[in-house]
């Protein structure tokens, strides 16, 4: 099973739509969770990091939920400039040190 | 805030020769380095973690004699890909973390032809 799986999408959205995506992850010891942005041919972007609590950011809301081993990000009145591809990541911690681990990325993208 | 410069961001080589790629923290030193490989839609995957003053950490299935790691000060790891071919033609970028967040270089696009 891979560390972080993502549909790949793409989703396709109108303006104005609420898109929610997906991730989940295997190691359930893991403890820190992140979705980023990556636009095509740049480098990621941090987007937000995810809370057990959930956490919000203007149209932007990311949740976990642990006993399922998911994270989620909720984008609500979809923009052009949202058009990207998402990835989630999750911070592996082994013997070998820690390092963050990607999904495989879900694309979006808005149409007007 | 932190910034992560990678040198160069574009190069083009030979079947058969090398290719260096440099990864420096601009305002801050980082004892780890991490070097990703992304392939056209496809995900951005973990090569190796690159350790400040001794041996790189390689991920399953990365062949470590081919990409070569050198991190030999706190702010500077090289990654070089050796006697390169175009199965290696990838966007390869690095980053280094300050606690639990991320700093990405710009990445490189290497194509071999």
């Known amino acids: 099973r891979k560390e972080v799986e993502q549909d790949p999408g793409p989703f396709n959205v109108p303006e104005g739509a609420t898109v929610a995506f997906n991730c989940t992850y295997s190691n359930s010891a893991s403890q820190s969770f992140f979705w980023y942005r990556q636009d095509c041919r740049k480098e990621p972007k941090l987007l937000m990091s995810v809370y057990s609590s959930g956490n919000e950011d203007g149209r932007f809301t990311a949740q976990l939920n642990r006993a399922s081993q998911y994270i989620s990000l909720l984008i609500r009145d979809s923009k052009l400039s949202d058009s990207a591809t998402y990835l989630c990541?999750?911070?592996?911690?082994?013997?070998?040190?820690?390092?963050?681990?990607f999904g495989k990325g879900t694309t979006l993208s808005v149409s007007s | 805030g932190a910034v992560v410069s990678q040198h160069p961001s574009r190069v083009i080589c030979k079947s058969g020769t090398s290719v260096k790629i440099e990864c420096r923290s601009l305002?801050?030193?980082?004892?780890?380095m991490f070097w990703y490989r992304q392939f056209p839609k496809k995900s951005l995957m973990l090569m190796a973690t690159?350790?400040?003053?001794?041996?790189?950490?390689?991920e399953q299935g990365v062949e470590k004699d081919k990409f070569l790691i050198n991190h030999a000060s706190l702010t500077l790891s090289t990654l070089t890909v050796t006697s390169a071919h175009p199965e290696d033609s990838s966007f390869y970028i690095c980053?280094?973390?300050?606690?639990?967040?991320?700093?990405f270089g710009q990445g490189t696009r290497l194509t071999v032809v």
């Open positions: 690159s350790n400040e003053g001794s041996k790189a950490t390689y």
């Open positions: 990541a999750v911070i592996r911690s082994n013997q070998a040190g820690t390092a963050l681990i």
């Open positions: 305002d801050f030193q980082a004892t780890t």
């Open positions: 980053s280094a973390r300050i606690g639990t967040e991320a700093f």
